[in-house]
């Protein structure tokens, strides 16, 4: 058994992205300025969208993208039950209601099927969370909005790099919404952006990003800047700092190098197992264009004599660390006592989460520790077949 434990996720940092940090702060320029900027022109060409805001948190990407197309009281956002409650919790923000669309039972994305049974003429945008990094069905949903006039915003927490038919993700759709928290495949320690090709709504944002301040009011202590601005709305304050743009600048440059060794150990998972009775591997249309955040495997009640929370423990208990992504929205007490929704609501999100693992998967990850993965979760499925 691995004698020391492997934790579930972890960052990947070099002496790159520690010399870009102490060159920030020995700039003296701490907050919003220059890094930000690179970063974010950085980001465009690497996605190929024309605009690209730095925000700190995808929860505050996805935030401001509803505000600026609009979203408020009364209005409904279709989005997946399988997700993180920040998906869900910014439409709320705004007084508006998430309505769930159940997941795809195989690849836990979101269905297009299901998203079109739940349009109405209170729906004011489609938000699809690219699961594990995997696309969801973006031709499908496109056409879907474009029937509807409605806005696609992506939450693409997951997804850096993605693939969508061999299109990067976050040049699909009017707004693409990034995570750059600590266990994402390129991190900030918090951070976020969100990418458009609209000017006017990549206006609306930068406005909204730092206290609905008149442009450019970041510079008001430079030699170029002027004391004077204006407070066209009540913004939020959400803009990213040189500090954590540093980091970013020097993780974009190695995403490409991280996603290979996410698909390697996808790889490695695959093929060690594919035999396992009990254990459904994750289905993937497009390998590569997978950013491999998650790896996500699904157990058979039918062939296991131990449930998934049990499975996990003994994974834990064999030093690895493994999680649960997710927790369905609707089964949580908020979503489930404000709208009303039971388990079976949403059938396939439900019987997925009863099912999933989610097993380690980084860039950080060495060859012994995926052996030492493969290692536990063949035993403890040996241990527990039926
Ligand atoms: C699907 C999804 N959306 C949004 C978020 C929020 O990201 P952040 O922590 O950068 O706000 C997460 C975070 O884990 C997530 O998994």
Not at 39 to 44: L, N, P, S, Y
Not at 291 to 304: E, F, G, M, S, T
Not at 305 to 325: C, E, P, Q, T, Y
Not at 326 to 332: A, C, G, S, T
């Amino acid at each position: 058994m691995r004698g020391e434990f492997l934790p579930f996720a972890a960052p990947l940092l070099g002496d790159e992205e520690i010399d870009e940090v102490v060159h920030c702060l020995r700039s003296g320029w701490l907050t919003t300025g220059r890094k930000t900027k690179q970063f974010e022109q950085e980001f465009c060409e690497f996605v190929g969208a024309k605009h690209a805001l730095a925000v700190n948190s995808c929860t505050a990407a996805l935030h401001l993208a509803l505000e600026a197309v609009g979203v408020g009281p009364a209005d409904e956002v279709i989005t997946t039950p399988m997700t993180f409650t920040a998906t869900a919790a910014v439409i709320e923000h705004l007084g508006a209601r998430p309505v769930f669309a159940d997941c795809d039972a195989a690849t836990l994305n979101i269905d297009p099927a299901a998203i079109e049974r739940q349009i109405t003429p209170r729906t004011k945008a489609i938000l699809p969370v690219h699961f594990a990094g995997q696309a969801c069905d973006m031709n499908a949903i496109g056409a879907l909005a474009r029937a509807h006039e409605l806005p696609v915003i992506e939450d693409a927490a997951h997804a850096l790099p993605t693939l969508h038919r061999g299109r990067k993700v976050g040049a699909t759709s009017e707004l693409t919404c990034f995570s750059f928290y600590a266990t994402k495949n390129v991190t900030t320690g918090e951070g976020g952006m969100v990418v458009t090709d609209r000017e006017d709504l990549a206006e609306r944002m930068r406005l909204m990003h730092l206290h609905g301040m008149s442009r450019d009011a970041w510079k008001r202590y430079t030699q170029n800047g002027s004391w004077s601005y204006e407070i066209l709305a009540p913004g939020f304050k959400y803009n990213l700092t040189d500090i954590a743009a540093a980091i970013g600048i020097q993780q974009l440059k190695k995403a490409h190098a991280f996603h290979r060794r996410r698909l390697a150990i996808a790889d490695r998972y695959d093929a060690g197992l594919a035999d396992v009775p009990g254990v459904t591997l994750p289905r993937v249309a497009d390998r590569e264009g997978h950013a491999w955040h998650l790896y996500v495997i699904q157990l058979d009640p039918a062939r296991l004599a131990i449930d998934r929370a049990a499975f996990v423990d003994r994974l834990i208990a064999r030093n690895i660390g493994v999680s649960v992504h997710f927790i369905p929205l609707h089964v949580h007490p908020y979503y489930r006592d404000r709208y009303g929704l039971r388990p079976d609501d949403y059938p396939n999100a439900w019987a997925a989460y009863e099912r999933i693992v989610s097993l380690p998967i980084y860039a950080k990850m060495t060859d012994d520790d995926v052996r030492h993965v493969i290692e536990a979760v063949r035993d403890v499925a040996r241990e527990a077949r039926r």
